[in-house]
Each structure stands twice: as C-alpha cells, then as structure tokens.
C-alpha cells in the first residue's frame, strides 16, 4: 500500500485531489464550534486545499504526508514563504500557519500532539485497507485530547467491485465500531453520487470521548 501510495504521486495519478474546497468542509466545519486558533491535525493530507481553507480560518494546521511530491506541490502553489526543519523521524515544511510533516502517521506520537485539538480526515480512512483501518482509529484517537472534535469523509461504492480500493468503501456499521468506543460519532449527511463517479460520500461528526463529552 506505501509503494502504491508513492508511485501514484510521482506518476500523476492523483484523481483523488480535489481542486476546490471540500463543500462538506465549508458546509458542517463551522457547526463543529472548533474555537479560532485551534491547531487541526490533518492525516494523510497531500496537498489538499482544504488545509489552507481551515488556516484562512485563524485554525493552525498540522497535516502529515508520506509522499514528498504532494508537500512539495502543495508549497509550490502557495505563495507564503516557506521554512524547513527536522523532528525525527519527520521533515517539515512551514508555509503561513499550514505544517506539513512528510513521514509515516504511524510514527506521529502523543508528544509531538500536545497542541492539537481538532482535526478532519477527508481522505485518510478511506485509503486504508481494512486490516490498517482498525489501527488508524486506535491511534487517531491516543493523539486527540477529550473533547476535541472532528469531521470525517467517508465513501461507498455505487459501482464495481465494494472492495477495491484505494479509495476504499467504509460503511456506516464500520465507522461506528471503529470509532465509536472512543469517540461520539454523529452521522450528518449522504452526499449524492456524482454522475459517472461511483462513489457517494457520508460525512460524519466526532468528539473525542473524556471528561467533556
């Protein structure tokens, strides 16, 4: 799944990116009441617009990415200078109020979190095999303080084969016993099936379980 991960960024074959904001982001974000200057960890963000849509919105922004080619695309496109440091076993790139951590998500740790407070996944689960996607919910939440809150992306297939993937299908069911022994999971919208697509995105709400939930 790596190897393919970074074979398809350095080919090109990046039909997941959107070239526009998430509508779901700009639609549900807000009704989250994430307090400005919260830092939001993005997993597996490439090069998401989305990350500078949630930083035009006073949000820091932490997204971690294996491929170097979407953190280096995602710099070129900005216009902000642009600082570079190392936290191993991380490179990071800074541009404005977006950090972008090239490295495995598997090896972002509780210490490295301590000013996270929200976060979105809009393409993180779904590209996860279903062996891996138990361990990503397990790990999302050790890095979330209780009673912080997030949006999460999740599609099914309308067409072909349910379990091909990346990106892969996660339903309802799933999303619920992945999340929900840590998590309080709200399901908020079935977005329609673009035409030709074959797939239809679910949008969910989640606040980590602790003292303030």
Not at 31 to 40: A, E, N, Q
Not at 86 to 107: K, N
Not at 113 to 139: K, M, N, S, V
Not at 175 to 196: A, I, M, Y
Request: proline content about 7%; aromatic content about 10%.
């Amino acid at each position: 799944m790596t190897h393919e991960w970074l074979d398809r960024w350095r080919e090109g074959r990046i039909g997941f990116h959107r070239h526009d904001v998430h509508p779901a982001l700009a639609r549900h974000w807000p009704r989250l009441g994430v307090r400005p200057g919260t830092k939001v960890l993005v997993p597996l963000c490439g090069k998401s617009l989305d990350m500078r849509w949630l930083a035009h919105r006073d949000h820091p922004v932490l997204g971690i990415e294996l491929a170097e080619e979407a953190i280096e695309q995602f710099v070129a496109e900005g216009t902000a200078d642009v600082s570079r440091y190392q936290q191993e076993p991380f490179a990071i790139c800074r541009q404005g109020s977006v950090e972008l951590w090239c490295g495995d998500f598997f090896h972002f740790h509780i210490d490295q979190a301590a000013e996270i407070g929200a976060f979105y996944d809009r393409a993180a689960l779904i590209a996860l095999p279903p062996a891996t996607r138990q361990r990503y919910a397990f790990h999302l939440a050790q890095l979330i303080p209780p009673g912080a809150k997030g949006l999460l992306i999740t599609l099914a297939r309308t067409l072909g084969d349910e379990t091909a993937g990346p990106p892969f299908q996660v339903t309802a069911d799933e999303v619920r016993e992945l999340f929900e022994p840590n998590f309080q999971v709200t399901h908020l919208e079935d977005g329609e099936s673009e035409e030709g697509s074959g797939f239809r995105e679910s949008v969910w709400a989640l606040a980590r379980r602790g003292p303030s939930i």
